[in-house]
């Protein structure tokens, strides 16, 4: 054989190694990206137990939930959805006892992280689970039993006493700490120096033949004219406090600009109660003064 023709038989053969390596690749690449394409996306899923007004909260890290399907009694139900998609939170709850299927799919290129919370109310709120993903995407299936928490059933077990002492407990809850102190440290001063005072003018009227002692109704008339004075010092207490951080909090944002983060007294339900309960001790008092004729405070 010619060295031409030894040439070109090198030159065919090195062509046909070139072309099965570059078949092999894009074959290779083909099967892989089929692979790819193919493999499934990875599922989880959640089984949760809620009460009824409880919040399940969905977040994301990332705007990385592209869609939510819920099957149940979507009309009994309270969403607080994004407005478009993708989105980084999706939050539901219920009224109403029922069960709810919730289908949400994340994805995003990059890693991401999905939470999962139970808001309880009163600030106080229960992971339920939590998924790290480096990239991709996510079919997560969430199915939710609202039920209605344990009502008490009045029976053998419980009293009006227990009762009574459940509301108080709730009633108190609806004011500040702050409001109990003044109320109780008021309370202690007013026993305190209303029992001496009456006290001392009983006994002056006992060693005078002049005027007679108090009887019952007179005591009672004198105690609920101090129980009035304390509902209406405490009226003033806190409307003075109230008033006052108002200005100081105005004088110093608009005369100075200084923003200053201070303890929030302005209440208004605490402020009507103040002004309600001295108004109810007053007209309680005027009542037992022009009905049974009980002689006023510090007259004989």
């Known amino acids: 054989m010619t060295r031409e023709g030894r040439r070109n038989s090198t030159l065919t053969y090195s062509l046909r190694i070139v072309i099965l390596l570059l078949a092999t690749t894009l074959a290779v690449g083909s099967i892989a990206g089929l692979a790819h394409a193919q493999a499934p996306s990875p599922e989880r899923s959640e089984s949760i137990d809620l009460e009824t007004s409880n919040w399940l909260l969905i977040s994301s890290n990332r705007e990385s ?83 209605t928490p344990d009502l008490i059933h009045s029976g053998t077990n419980t009293s009006v006493w227990n009762d009574f002492a459940s509301w108080t407990a709730r009633f108190g809850d609806a004011f500040p700490f702050w409001v109990k102190l003044l109320y109780a440290m008021l309370a202690v001063q007013f026993v305190a120096v209303g029992y001496r005072w009456i006290r001392f003018e009983n006994e002056r009227r006992g060693e005078n033949s002049a005027p007679s002692r108090f009887d019952r109704g007179n005591l009672f008339y004198l105690w609920s004219e101090i129980l009035y004075k304390f509902f209406l010092t405490a009226f003033i207490v806190i409307a003075a406090m109230m008033s006052g951080q108002f200005v100081l909090l105005m004088a110093l944002k ?26 109810i001790a007053y007209v309680f008092r005027f009542c037992l003064e022009k009905s049974f004729d009980l002689k006023p405070l510090f007259q004989d």
């Open 65 to 147: 939930l592209k869609s939510v399907d819920i099957r149940g009694n979507v009309s009994a139900a309270r969403l607080a959805s994004p407005v478009r998609y993708p989105a980084s939170s999706f939050n539901l709850t219920s009224g109403f006892q029922g069960q709810y299927s919730i289908k949400l799919t994340f994805d995003y290129p990059s890693e991401y992280e999905v939470n999962l919370l139970v808001d309880e109310g009163n600030g106080l709120r229960k992971q339920v689970a939590s998924y790290y993903f480096s990239s991709g995407q996510l079919l997560l299936t969430i199915s939710l039993d609202f039920k």
């Open 254 to 279: 608009f005369m100075f600009l200084a923003q200053v983060n201070m303890l929030s007294l302005w209440d208004l339900f605490v402020l009507g109660f103040a002004a309600g309960i001295a108004a």
